[in-house]
């Protein structure tokens, strides 16, 4: 009954250990094709949400996540629609900002 008691209290303590830990960021990309569209991927650990928005001249990706250390807290874009992205770890979201150099219709 002891051993019984031991496993199923190991089993949940590694289950809790497991929900625990969030989704983790582990590297943005961007792209531009032909027709100058450009295209932002982030490479996240586990499922979490997003949520995409402008204000003003900035494109702004909240993704609920956390930024991984190895991901930089910026990266160079070459493209005639913006030049960089700033990546900032908010605590338990992360926000990736480009600021575009021409407006969006």
């Not at 979490?48 to 250390?69: C, H, I, P, S, W």
Request: net charge neutral; hydrophobic share 45%.
């Amino acid at each position: 009954m002891r051993k019984i008691f031991l496993l199923t209290l190991l089993a949940c303590c590694m289950l809790l250990g497991a929900v625990a830990q969030a989704a983790q960021i582990t590297d943005v990309k961007w792209g531009v094709n032909k027709a100058d569209v450009l295209r932002i991927v982030v490479d996240v650990t586990d499922t979490a949400g997003y949520a995409v928005d402008m204000e003003g001249d900035t494109l702004n990706l909240t993704v609920n996540a956390d930024k991984g250390a190895q991901v930089p807290h910026s990266k160079a874009v070459k493209s005639s629609l913006a030049d960089s992205l700033k990546i900032v770890d908010k605590g338990i979201y992360t926000d990736v900002s480009d600021t575009l150099k021409q407006r969006l219709i």
